[in-house]
């Protein structure tokens, strides 16, 4: 979504992750959540969620995807990358 975490991380809308996760969010809570301080900010193409976010925190932002697994010393996965960037801010 823009003007997220994820999105300024990436720096595009729409990016490929893999995805290895029995769980996820049951979609009869998501309209719940998303009233609250959470908010979807990366969905799949079913639209089931992927991205959480609280905005207004320094850096808040959950996966149902493992960014650290194609993640490399010298190429960080790009939500690495953010965060690490942003301890030093």
Do not use: W
């Not at 994820?6 to 009233?35: D, K, S, T, W």
């Not at 959950?62 to 490399?72: M, R, V």
Request: proline share 9%; hydrophobic share 40%; net charge negative.
């Amino acid at each position: 979504m823009p003007d997220s975490l994820a999105y300024r991380a990436y720096q595009r809308a729409e990016v490929i992750e893999a995805f290895h996760c029995n769980y996820g969010l049951n979609p009869a809570f998501r309209r719940r959540m998303e009233e609250g301080a959470l908010k979807v900010t990366g969905v799949d193409l079913d639209n089931d969620v992927r991205i959480v976010e609280l905005p207004g925190h320094p850096f808040f932002l959950a996966t149902l995807f493992l960014p650290q697994l194609s993640s490399q010393p010298e190429n960080p996965h790009p939500l690495i990358l953010a965060y690490i960037q942003s301890l030093m801010t």
